[in-house]
C-alpha cells in the first residue's frame, strides 16, 4: 500500500508538470481545464488516503482550490501544486501520522495471511495463536488511541466496549475469538474446528477494517 501511494504521488506530479506545460504564454495565463479538474479529483482521493480526511495536508487543498473573484485556473493551480508537493515531501520523509496506520496494517495483512496459510496445510492451533496476536496487537493500539489502559485482552475488550468504541455485539465476537486464541494457546485443539479458526480471521479482519482504518 506504500508503496503504491509513493507511486501514485510520482504520477501525479508527473500530470501536475503536463497540466503545467499548457499554460498559455499571453497574459490570460490559461490551461487545460480538464486536465486539471481530472487531477484535483486523483489528488484529493490520494491525500484522503494518504494523509487523512482531517489532515493539515487535505484541508489546505480544499481551501486552496477554491478560487477569489474573477480568479482564473492558473492561480488555483499555482496553491494546490504547492500543498500537492508539500504533501509528497512529507510522505517521502515518513512524516506523515498516517504512514504508522499504514506500515501496521500492512504487517497485521501479513501475519493474517500467514494464519490462513497455516489453517489451510492443518495447523489450526497455530493458526489461531498468530490470529489472536493479531487482535491483541490492535486492540492495544485502539486502546493507546483512545487514551485507555492497556491490559489484557478480555479488560482491554470490556473498556472499548464500555467507552462506546464498540457495541455489545462487537465485544461478544471479540470474546469468542479470544477463548478460541487461548484454547490454542494451551493446546486444547479439540475445543474447536477450522472452520472456527476461518471465521475467527475473518472476524478479526473486520475489526481491523471497522476500528483501525
Avoid at 510520482?10 to 495565463?29: G, P, R
Avoid at 489532515?55 to 500543498?83: C, D, I, W
Avoid at 509528497?88 to 496459510?117: H, I, P, R, T, W
Amino acid at each position: 500500500m506504500i508503496k503504491k501511494m509513493g507511486q501514485r504521488f510520482d504520477e501525479l506530479n508527473v500530470q501536475l508538470n503536463a497540466i503545467e506545460a499548457t499554460v498559455s504564454t499571453d497574459s490570460s495565463k490559461k490551461i487545460d481545464n480538464d486536465m486539471f479538474l481530472g487531477w484535483k479529483v486523483k489528488t484529493k482521493n490520494l491525500l484522503v488516503n494518504a494523509c487523512g480526511e482531517s489532515s493539515q495536508h487535505f484541508q489546505a487543498f480544499l481551501k486552496a482550490e477554491t478560487p477569489f473573484p474573477m480568479e482564473g485556473n492558473y492561480y488555483v493551480l499555482k496553491r494546490v501544486s504547492a500543498v500537492f508537493l508539500a504533501a509528497k515531501e512529507d510522505f517521502e520523509g515518513g512524516y506523515l501520522a498516517s504512514l504508522k496506520s499504514l506500515v501496521q496494517a500492512e504487517v497485521f495483512e501479513s501475519e493474517l495471511e500467514q494464519a490462513s496459510e497455516l489453517l489451510r496445510s492443518g495447523y489450526k492451533l497455530a493458526s489461531a495463536v498468530i490470529a489472536g496476536v493479531v487482535l491483541e496487537t490492535a486492540l492495544r493500539d485502539l486502546c493507546s488511541t483512545h487514551g485507555l489502559p492497556i491490559g489484557k485482552l478480555d479488560t482491554m475488550n470490556g473498556q472499548l466496549a464500555k467507552a462506546g468504541i464498540y457495541n455489545k455485539l462487537q465485544q461478544k465476537r471479540i470474546t469468542a475469538i479470544a477463548d478460541i486464541r487461548n484454547s490454542a494457546a494451551h493446546g486444547k485443539p479439540e475445543e474447536f474446528n477450522d472452520s472456527d479458526v476461518e471465521n475467527m480471521i475473518k472476524d478479526i479482519e473486520s475489526v481491523l477494517l471497522s476500528y483501525l482504518a
